[in-house]
């Protein structure tokens, strides 16, 4: 740790082109861009980060300044401090901010499917009441399960569980399983972690809840390419009126999604087939899609 900056795994996966920085999603690692990352470097330099408190990164208080500046570490340490930022999820939350932060040196920005819960009205066709109510419930499962330590046993519970993922999205399961592994820690007790850590990954959450990120695509002054996965993410168990639920916010994220793109000429809009999670069931469509944006945000880069 440099002051308040941690210094962050990286993966440096080679290439010679204008560099990209790779950000991966909450309660995930750098793993997740291992199918992805090979198909981009013909054209770019890459790079992939373990972002704090998640896989190999170290832990510490968790709020975007903070992340914001271990980013800053690395690209500085790399020489590439306008390397474009692309992220999945959280990670693409996080590299608009990056943009936001940096307009004079970061050519665009790259957000796959990060828009957090919205909305209440970006739920159509159900009452605001009934969406706040069912996303108390999803968020209080998030903060239940999150940083949750397991006895050392558990761990080949948790790697079928990554098994059954894989078959039913058609996942190879090594990726899944390098990512599991990657992010579980132990601790002294012998008992298991899955990074971050509970008290930091519950500021992680409040984080993410304390944006309005459609406020931020507005003020985005830098090219921005936003994906959208076009199917659904699998049921929850115990949670019948999920499906539904994100069914109303599929359709009001494309519906401000294409309003947006209307309104600005600098944002792009991409739809992924895939789920949430299209870095590991549809890398080439990912990588095609970045691609495409990088192409043409990027002054003098022809791809």
Not at 5 to 13: G, K, M, N, S, T
């Amino acid at each position: 740790m440099i002051g308040d900056r941690i210094a962050l795994a990286v993966q440096d996966h080679g290439g010679d082109g204008p560099p990209l920085l790779l950000l991966h999603g909450a309660g995930r690692t750098l793993a997740d861009w291992a199918a992805v990352a090979p198909l981009l470097v013909p054209h770019h330099r890459v790079l992939a980060v373990d972002l704090r408190g998640h896989g190999l990164s170290p832990s510490g208080v968790w709020d975007f300044p903070h992340v914001l500046g271990d980013i800053e570490a690395v690209l500085e340490e790399r020489g590439i401090p306008g390397a474009l930022p692309v992220g999945h999820s959280l990670g693409g939350m996080i590299a608009v901010l990056h943009a936001l932060e940096h307009p004079e040196v970061t050519p665009g920005a790259v957000n796959l499917d990060g828009y957090a819960w919205g909305r209440l009205d970006q739920y159509v066709g159900l009452e605001p009441a009934y969406v706040e109510e069912r996303l108390a419930e999803v968020r209080k499962l998030a903060a239940t399960v999150s940083g949750e330590r397991l006895p050392a046993e558990a761990l080949k519970a948790v790697l079928a569980q990554q098994r059954a993922m894989s078959e039913q999205l058609g996942i190879p399961y090594e990726l899944l399983e390098a990512g599991v592994l990657r992010s579980m820690r132990e601790r002294p007790d012998g008992r298991l972690e899955l990074g971050p850590e509970r008290v930091h990954a519950l500021e992680m959450l409040d984080a993410i809840d304390s944006l309005d990120l459609f406020a931020l695509f507005h003020q985005v002054p830098v090219p921005l390419l936003l994906g959208r996965a076009l199917r659904p993410v699998p049921s929850i168990p115990g949670m019948d009126w999920f499906d539904e639920l994100m069914a109303a916010y599929g359709k009001g994220l494309a519906r401000d999604l294409a309003q947006l793109a209307d309104e600005r000429t600098e944002v792009t809009v991409a739809e992924i087939d895939g789920t949430h999670a299209m870095l590991l069931e549809n890398p080439r469509a990912v990588a095609d899609a970045i691609l495409g944006f990088t192409s043409q945000a990027i002054p003098g880069f022809a791809g």
